[in-house]
């Protein structure tokens, strides 16, 4: 091969090579950054390694402290492995002072790059709303005190994109009849002139909600209206997440298509509870209500913490021994309880009434056996017979002194008195070869002798 030939030839590879770089340059997409905020343990690093298309291991350690970077490389949307770009992943410990880092991250030069992932545990839903509104309240004040002069024209664009939004994944052209609707009441009403999505992570979690925690599907209805409710105020998208990746694929394209602006035809999903879709601008206040007809036994004016409460599935009492008092030392100690308070007024029990046999009654007439004559004489009334002795009953006849229930002069005993004497009763006497006699503390007369 001569020089000349040989020279062509390298001309050619060089061409060649020149095209597909320029090719590949005007493909390549601009610098983009995803900040995800959430609370600790939310699932933050398991979802950015689905992201990122490798396993999470159960094991695996999330990528630091505090402040955490990785990224997530863009491929070509033909299939190939070509990458086009890298999108930038910071992760903010929801257990840190959050706005004491956010500087790092979001600023005047890289506010207009930013897309926002707030992440919340479906295995925690009572954090939910607390941990959305904590975590866009505290970026709203950092990105306010930033000062950026182009703040308002980024607010403005959020809102042309949410009101544009279509399913086909087309924004309409500028010279299109197409009619924009105004925003609806509610919606947009904190914007932070920056993209917003929310993921409900763990959604697959929702049996171990029912098992544990007696969730029926109301509860689940009722979560996802007040989330969505959350999600207009913010003007952001809502997709639930989960171990079986149903929504990984759509969730990654809607991650490119937020940060890069590339087109977006996935459709929403509202049917199955552990696979929610809802992109940005799709839903509305009407969208949200077709949730009350799942509510039984809540209303949709319920307040959220009144129903999705923290409750630890219930565990067992740890078993513990009891010592119970030996016999004598319990006497004692009721012994004295009841002669510390010897002078107790205890309302004396009330005594049985005197049975008194009731006067003879006349029959009524017509009766066959008239009353016996009175022994008085004629014509004068009968002499009055003298009262009768009302009849003592034996339970009320007197006891003698020493007894229970009488003191020692046969005055009725008081309450305490008769549990004293119960319990001096039942105490061992020194000496003694058994427990107290009778109750007056007499000991029983010994058998007679047997005579001889």
Same mark, same amino acid.
């Given at each position: 091969?001569?020089?000349? @030939?040989?020279?062509?030839?390298?001309?050619? /590879?060089?061409?060649?090579?020149?095209?597909?770089?320029?090719?590949?340059?005007?493909?390549?997409?601009?610098?983009?950054?995803?900040? =995800?905020?959430?609370?600790?343990?939310?699932?933050?690093?398991?979802?950015?390694?689905?992201?990122?298309?490798?396993?999470?291991?159960?094991?695996?350690?999330?990528?630091?402290?505090?402040?955490?970077?990785?990224?997530?490389?863009?491929?070509?949307?033909?299939?190939?492995?070509?990458?086009?770009?890298?999108?930038?992943?910071?992760?903010?410990?929801?257990?840190?002072?959050?706005?004491?880092?956010?500087?790092?991250?979001?600023?005047?030069?890289?506010?207009?790059?930013?897309?926002?992932?707030?992440?919340?545990?479906?295995?925690?839903? /009572?954090?939910?709303?607390?941990?959305?509104?904590?975590?866009?309240?505290?970026?709203?004040?950092?990105?306010?005190?930033?000062?950026?002069?182009? /703040?308002?024209?980024?607010?403005?664009?959020?809102?042309?994109?949410?009101?544009?939004?279509?399913?086909?994944? *087309?924004?309409?052209?500028?010279?299109?009849?197409?009619?924009?609707?105004?925003?609806?009441?509610? =919606?947009?009403?904190?914007?932070?002139?920056?993209?917003?999505?929310?993921?409900?992570?763990?959604?697959?979690?929702?049996?171990?909600?029912?098992?544990?925690?007696?969730?029926?599907?109301?509860?689940?209805?009722?979560?996802?209206?007040?989330?969505?409710?959350?999600?207009?105020?913010?003007?952001?998208?809502?997709?639930?997440?989960?171990?079986?990746?149903?929504?990984?694929?759509?969730?990654?394209?809607?991650?490119?298509?937020?940060?890069?602006?590339?087109?977006?035809?996935?459709?929403?999903?509202?049917?199955?509870?552990?696979?929610?879709?809802?992109?940005?601008? /799709?839903?509305?206040?009407?969208?949200?209500?077709?949730?009350?007809?799942?509510?039984?036994?809540? *209303?949709?004016?319920?307040?959220?913490?009144?129903?999705?409460?923290?409750?630890?599935?219930?565990?067992?009492?740890? *078993?513990?021994? =009891?010592?119970?008092?030996? @016999?004598?030392?319990?006497?004692?100690?009721?012994?004295?309880?009841?002669?510390?308070?010897?002078?107790?007024?205890?309302?004396?029990?009330?005594?049985?009434?005197?049975?008194?046999?009731?006067?003879?009654?006349?029959?009524?007439?017509?009766?066959?056996?008239?009353?016996?004559?009175?022994?008085?004489?004629?014509?004068?009334?009968?002499?009055?017979?003298?009262?009768?002795?009302?009849?003592?009953?034996?339970?009320?006849?007197?006891?003698?002194?020493?007894?229970?229930?009488?003191?020692?002069?046969?005055?009725?005993?008081?309450?305490?008195? =008769?549990?004293?004497?119960?319990?001096?009763?039942?105490?061992?006497?020194?000496?003694?070869?058994?427990?107290?006699?009778?109750?007056?503390?007499?000991?029983?007369?010994?058998?007679?002798?047997?005579?001889?």
């Amino acid at each position: 091969m001569s020089a000349k @030939e040989e020279g062509q030839g390298q001309d050619l /590879w060089h061409a060649i090579l020149s095209d597909v770089a320029s090719h590949t340059a005007s493909r390549r997409l601009p610098a983009r950054n995803l900040l =995800v905020l959430g609370e600790e343990g939310a699932g933050k690093t398991s979802l950015i390694a689905r992201l990122q298309g490798r396993k999470h291991q159960s094991d695996e350690n999330s990528l630091g402290s505090g402040l955490e970077y990785t990224y997530i490389d863009v491929k070509d949307e033909d299939g190939g492995e070509d990458v086009i770009g890298r999108l930038g992943v910071y992760t903010l410990d929801g257990s840190t002072d959050q706005r004491a880092l956010l500087q790092f991250v979001v600023n005047k030069e890289t506010l207009d790059s930013l897309v926002v992932v707030v992440v919340v545990d479906m295995l925690r839903p /009572w954090q939910m709303l607390e941990s959305l509104d904590h975590a866009l309240k505290t970026l709203e004040a950092h990105v306010a005190s930033l000062n950026v002069p182009q /703040w308002d024209d980024m607010k403005k664009k959020v809102v042309q994109d949410y009101q544009s939004f279509t399913e086909s994944g *087309t924004a309409p052209a500028e010279d299109s009849d197409d009619i924009i609707l105004p925003l609806e009441e509610g =919606v947009l009403t904190t914007n932070l002139g920056v993209p917003v999505l929310v993921i409900c992570n763990k959604s697959d979690g929702a049996a171990v909600l029912e098992k544990d925690l007696d969730y029926r599907n109301e509860h689940f209805d009722f979560i996802q209206m007040h989330l969505r409710k959350a999600c207009l105020k913010y003007g952001a998208a809502l997709v639930y997440n989960g171990k079986d990746g149903k929504t990984r694929d759509a969730l990654l394209r809607y991650i490119y298509h937020m940060a890069y602006g590339t087109p977006f035809a996935g459709k929403a999903n509202i049917a199955e509870r552990d696979s929610v879709f809802i992109p940005a601008g /799709w839903d509305n206040a009407k969208r949200v209500a077709m949730l009350h007809a799942g509510l039984k036994n809540l *209303t949709p004016d319920d307040k959220f913490e009144d129903h999705i409460v923290s409750l630890q599935p219930r565990k067992a009492n740890p *078993t513990r021994d =009891v010592e119970a008092l030996n @016999e004598q030392e319990f006497l004692k100690k009721q012994q004295q309880i009841l002669s510390s308070n010897p002078t107790s007024k205890d309302p004396e029990p009330p005594r049985r009434s005197a049975i008194t046999p009731s006067a003879p009654t006349a029959r009524a007439s017509g009766s066959s056996s008239p009353l016996p004559p009175s022994r008085g004489s004629s014509g004068t009334a009968p002499a009055a017979a003298p009262a009768a002795k009302p009849a003592t009953p034996a339970s009320a006849s007197p006891a003698a002194p020493g007894t229970p229930g009488k003191t020692a002069d046969g005055k009725p005993a008081q309450s305490t008195d =008769v549990l004293a004497h119960f319990f001096n009763s039942l105490l061992k006497k020194p000496g003694a070869g058994g427990a107290a006699g009778a109750a007056g503390g007499a000991a029983a007369p010994k058998p007679d002798a047997p005579k001889s």
